[in-house]
């Protein structure tokens, strides 16, 4: 029997333990810990505009709300990973036209220090000019919203 050469020894060793090396740092490199409460790249393509109002509690989870379409979504957690996302706003809540016969033609989503503020406008297709669903809104906490009316702003919604 032939007495195996140093690189074949070597070569039997060297592809298993790179293999092994490899997976590990892969799966750490899986594990890398995400800031709290941030939002996913695959997130911040899909939305136009994302805004955070801060928690209220020192401990407690921000509101996070996203914008697209015409819709605003608000952020689920699981501990403090965003893992879904509500729809807590649309264009057509209220309107005249449901969502599919509409097109949206401007959209805002901006947080002014104390109100989530949104304008909406979908225009409705084939008709003329103008805002035939939407408004202008604001909330707190995406949750309860208001309407702007002539008057001043009035409940919206649930």
Excluded at 69 to 84: H, L, M, Q, R, S
Excluded at 101 to 114: A, E, I, K, P, Y
Aim: some cysteine; glycine content about 12%.
């Amino acid at each position: 029997m032939r007495p195996r050469s140093r690189h074949a020894v070597a070569r039997r060793f060297v592809g298993p333990l790179l293999a092994t090396v490899l997976g590990a740092a892969t799966l750490l490199a899986g594990c890398t810990k995400r800031e709290p409460y941030s939002v996913s790249d695959k997130d911040q393509k899909r939305f136009q505009t994302i805004v955070r109002i801060p928690a209220k509690a020192a401990k407690g989870a921000p509101t996070i709300l996203a914008l697209s379409d015409c819709t605003i979504y608000k952020a689920t957690f699981n501990g403090t990973n965003i893992v879904d996302w509500k729809v807590v706003l649309r264009s057509d809540w209220g309107g005249s036209y449901p969502k599919f016969m509409t097109v949206c033609t401007q959209q805002s989503l901006r947080f002014d220090g104390h109100y989530a503020k949104v304008d909406l406008c979908a225009q409705a297709i084939g008709a003329g000019g103008g805002c035939a669903d939407g408004g202008d809104y604001r909330s707190t906490n995406g949750d309860r919203w208001q309407i702007a009316s002539g008057s001043g702003w009035e409940r919206f919604g649930n």
